[in-house]
């Protein structure tokens, strides 16, 4: 049985490196990395008493990772502005976190090599817990200045509604 249901002459996997990052409506400029979707549901083990030698397990919380989005410095404000709602240093008291917006959802887009969208993942609840701004500078070294955020969120799920695209 093929692995794509549309393109069953298809034997290869998708690539990693053609992406997009939407928030707000908005695509968000020049996102270069984004990490891995990764959920992970604790164990809860537990044991009869009249059965010492058998351990029993069942699902116990889940919790998904943060996501990093990493991209290279531009004047683009869109990581600047998501971080400021969060914590914005001399706004005044009880003005520092915009209570109402400091959270988005957001969606990541996955397309295959000829640039057709082939998978979307909406992101629930996300908020910035890390903003770098800058990296650190170095004038012996011959790199693109990266800045970064860090999304905490409430969980993701595969948008079944985008279908697998018809390739030729």
Same mark, same amino acid.
């Given at each position: 049985m093929s692995e794509f249901t549309v393109n069953p002459a298809r034997v290869d996997p998708y690539k990693n490196y053609k992406f997009r990052v939407k928030w707000d409506g908005k695509y968000v400029a020049? +996102? %270069?990395? +984004? %990490? !891995?979707? +990764?959920? /992970? /549901?604790?164990v809860v083990e537990h044991r009869e008493g009249g059965d010492p030698s058998a351990l029993h397990k069942s699902p116990g919380l889940t919790k998904y990772e943060p996501i990093t989005l990493e991209r290279g410095v531009t004047h683009d404000p869109a990581f600047e502005d998501w971080a400021?709602?969060?914590w914005k240093l001399g706004a005044g008291l009880g003005a520092e976190v915009a209570l109402k917006e400091f959270r988005k959802?957001?969606?990541?887009?996955?397309?295959?090599? !000829?640039?057709?969208? !082939?998978? !979307?993942?909406?992101?629930?609840?996300?908020? +910035? %817990?890390?903003y770098q701004a800058l990296p650190d500078l170095d004038a012996n070294a011959n790199a693109v200045a990266i800045q970064h955020i860090k999304l905490e969120n409430e969980g993701w799920e595969r948008d079944t509604s985008v279908p697998e695209p018809v390739e030729s």
């Open positions: 020049g +996102v %270069s990395r +984004v %990490s !891995a979707l +990764v959920r /992970t /549901t604790e400021n709602l969060v959802d957001i969606i990541i887009e996955f397309y295959n090599e !000829a640039g057709q969208l !082939a998978l !979307a993942y909406k992101v629930h609840r996300c908020w +910035v %817990s890390e």
